[in-house]
């Protein structure tokens, strides 16, 4: 299957910083990417899916100007997390899906663990 | 009521076991459907993928859907310890369109 990659796997800031977890396809385009967090024991919630060269279309609650997604090319795409609060620690993954072979499987990279102290 | 529903188990089997896991989605128009694998505090890794009704194999493992009755199903043959992780449905109506996930069952397997 396709490789996806993101960066850091573990975060630790304080609270009213800022920080951006990067994912990246590594070897296929992808042409939409998608953000989740998860909480332990709970399913994936989807925050967000961006489409390369467009802006994010963000879920109903989700708030936009506090994460800030960014999908610059067909092989990157950021999530910034703004003014970081406790609240906001949380499992966060990242998957793309694009022309892998003949068809659309989301593949998801290995999440980032974001601890806001 | 949710568009997919899962139980979250836990499920506990002993090693050899065939282990069944289950989805029911509620909207029609889904048509791809997807097993994910999630180990603790790892990303979901695709196990299989499915378009419309019918089964699909691949080594140990059958996924089979049954787009009448709004079901899916994963099966495990000769379960291993290696297989105890969180199982999660995903489906959409869509090729590469947003996914909608089960629950996630979790699976232990006792050696």
């Known amino acids: 299957g396709a490789v996806v990659s993101q960066h850091p796997s573990w975060v630790i800031c304080k609270s009213g910083t800022s920080v951006k977890i990067e994912c990246r396809s590594l070897?296929?385009?992808?042409?939409?990417m998608f953000w989740y967090r998860q909480f332990p024991k709970q399913s994936l919630m989807l925050m967000a899916t961006?489409?390369?060269?467009?802006?994010?279309?963000?879920e109903q609650g989700v708030e936009k100007d506090k994460f800030l997604i960014n999908h610059a090319s067909l092989t990157l795409s950021t999530l910034t997390v703004t003014s970081a609060h406790p609240e906001d620690s949380s499992f966060y993954i990242c998957?793309?899906?694009?022309?892998?072979?003949?068809?659309?499987?989301?593949?998801f990279g290995p999440g980032t663990r974001l601890t806001v102290t | 009521q949710k568009e997919v529903e899962q139980d979250p188990g836990p499920l506990s089997v002993p090693e050899g076991a065939i282990v069944s896991l289950n989805c029911t989605y509620s909207?029609?128009?889904?048509?791809?459907f997807m097993w994910y694998r999630q180990y603790s505090r790892k990303g979901p890794e695709l196990l299989m993928y499915?378009?419309?009704?019918g089964n699909k194999e691949d080594g140990r493992f059958t996924a089979q859907v049954d787009k009448s009755s709004k079901y899916i199903s994963l099966f495990i043959r000769d379960s291993q310890p290696s297989d105890s992780a969180t199982y999660l449905c995903?489906?959409?109506?869509?090729?590469?369109?947003?996914?909608?996930f089960g629950q996630g069952t979790e699976l232990s397997v006792k050696p």
């Open positions: 998957s793309a899906s694009g022309l892998a072979g003949v068809s659309y499987e989301q593949y």
């Open positions: 499915t378009y419309s009704s």
């Open positions: 961006s489409n390369e060269g467009s802006k994010a279309t963000y």
């Open positions: 995903a489906m959409n109506d869509n090729q590469g369109g947003k996914l909608i």
């Open positions: 909207n029609s128009a889904f048509q791809y």
């Open positions: 070897d296929f385009q992808a042409t939409t």
